[in-house]
């Protein structure tokens, strides 16, 4: 079993919909939570960064941890077809270098 | 544009044969990391490097070795390449050893026939 669990989709959404995108982890050590996009062919972009639980607003994006359950969220409004994208979601342990463990991604396909 | 640059884009071998990765940091970043991404195993950390110093390891093969020069860029260098070696191979940096936010580069993509 992956320590860090994703849908791997695809999330096919309207346009001006909510996209729902989740994660499951299994290491309680896990404090920082990251939420990466990568477009096709291209390097995993940096969207959302949480350190332990609660929640994180940026734009259009909200970032939610749950660590009592172990379940990372991203939520994004208002969604456009440029926010097409796989999605992944990263954590890392304090200390340890700077290691980041990855879920599989979520591949997200919005439709005009 | 992260500012991280990784050459070759693309890179196309045969079993058994060597090849070196390049990576040049972000201007100021002293950390250096290696992921690899395939389509069965995702995104995986290979090997951080600070200011020359190998950091961390991760899942990285005894064929596949890392160096941090003084200038800051990495080489990534594979060796005896298996089919399976085929995939993505990203370079990270990021300002320290802790810093939370790692910027990737475009990555190269390694295709061994």
């Known amino acids: 079993q992956k320590e860090v669990e994703q849908d791997p989709g695809p999330l096919s959404v309207p346009e001006g919909a909510i996209v729902s995108l989740n994660c499951t982890y299994s290491?309680?050590?896990?404090?920082?939570f990251m939420w990466y996009r990568q477009y096709s062919r291209k390097g995993p972009e940096l969207l959302m960064y949480?350190?332990?639980?609660g929640n994180k607003e940026d734009g259009r994006f909200t970032a939610q941890v749950d660590k009592s359950s172990k379940y990372i969220s991203l939520f994004i409004r208002d969604s456009q077809p440029s926010d097409s994208a796989t999605y992944l979601c990263?954590?890392?342990?304090?200390?340890?270098?700077?290691?980041?463990?990855f879920g599989g991604g979520t591949r997200v396909l919005v439709k005009p | 544009d992260s500012g991280v640059t990784q050459t070759p884009k693309h890179l196309i071998t045969a079993t058994g044969q060597r090849v070196t990765l390049r990576c040049s940091p972000r201007?100021?970043?002293?950390?250096v990391y290696w992921y690899q991404q395939s389509l069965d195993q995702g995104l995986q950390f290979l090997i951080q490097?600070?200011?020359?110093?190998?950091?961390a390891k991760g899942n990285i093969l005894e064929r596949f070795s890392a160096q941090q020069f003084p200038d800051l860029h990495s080489e990534l260098n594979l060796s005896s390449l298996e089919l399976g070696d085929s995939a993505l191979y990203f370079c990270?940096?990021?300002?320290?050893?802790?810093?939370?936010?790692?910027?990737f580069g475009p990555g190269t993509r390694l295709l061994v026939l």
């Open positions: 290491n309680s050590a896990f404090q920082y």
């Open positions: 990270a940096s990021s300002a320290g050893t802790s810093a939370e936010t790692q910027y």
């Open positions: 201007s100021g970043d002293l950390s």
């Open positions: 949480t350190y332990s639980s």
């Open positions: 490097y600070y200011n020359g110093e190998e950091r």
């Open positions: 990263a954590t890392r342990v304090e200390g340890a270098g700077n290691k980041l463990t």
